[in-house]
């Protein structure tokens, strides 16, 4: 019963290097979702999808792309590292957005960029 | 857009008493959900409770519930004889039309023996 797997817990940056985080779900959810969580502020949208093949923008969406070819995988994708991306990022799915359904998170990825 | 504004950043509560977190939240919509999550040092999102707002009746799970009063956009959650392990952050987070979810910026509670 994985839920929603992220992939890597930990992971150090150099300003300008990009990589990707990993997120998949085997629940079948339609909507998907990456937030950061920042000390003081709460955890902010970044991107979210509704389906395979629909993506759109959150709160805070500069510096992040993502792509959604699959039900089940969300890659959040950091293409020039900066500082202000270090925070703490989840990503969530749920079966209908907008709706009661609540949200199943990861177990989140500490990102420090140097 | 939706905002969601939690506005005690630290709380704190004796063993056995009870407490209250406040929310409040701006929409135009009249269809919506509104929610509760618990993070405790783990890091682990889990839900505490939830609310339709079509429906006036308050939200109840064991020793959580809700003051939902929709006119005021206002979503409070009172904790009852609260235990060690409620020990945590607390975050009031709004879903709606625009099929996201939004999150205030919590309450960190401490729950002293």
């Known amino acids: 019963n994985a839920g929603v797997t992220q992939t890597p817990k930990f992971q150090v940056l150099k300003t300008g290097q990009s990589m990707t985080l990993q997120c998949a779900q085997d629940?079948?959810?339609?909507?998907m979702s990456w937030y950061r969580q920042d000390p003081g502020m709460g955890l902010r949208l970044i991107h979210y999808s509704v389906g395979a093949g629909i993506t759109d923008q959150g709160e805070v969406p500069n510096g992040y792309n993502v792509s959604r070819s699959t039900t089940e995988d969300f890659p959040l994708r950091l293409l020039s590292a900066a500082p202000s991306q270090t925070s703490v990022y989840f990503c969530?799915?749920?079966?209908?957005?907008?709706?009661?359904?609540?949200?199943?998170f990861g177990s989140g990825t500490q990102l420090s960029v140097l | 857009a939706q905002t969601v504004t939690q506005s005690q950043p630290e709380m704190s509560v004796q063993e056995a008493e009870t407490v209250t977190l406040s929310c409040t939240y701006d929409t135009s919509e009249n269809n919506y959900y509104l929610f509760w999550y618990k993070q405790p040092p783990s890091r682990q999102m889990i839900l505490v409770i939830r609310?339709?707002?079509?429906?006036?009746q308050n939200a109840t799970e064991n020793r959580f519930s809700v003051n939902f009063q929709k006119a005021a956009k206002s979503f409070s959650l009172k904790i009852s004889d609260s235990q060690l392990g409620d020990t945590a952050m607390y975050f009031c987070a709004f879903t709606g039309r625009n099929n996201d979810m939004r999150f205030g910026a919590g309450t960190r509670l401490t729950v002293k023996p």
């Open positions: 629940m079948n959810h339609e909507y």
């Open positions: 609310q339709e707002a079509y429906k006036q």
């Open positions: 969530a799915s749920s079966y209908v957005p907008g709706s009661y359904e609540k949200l199943f």
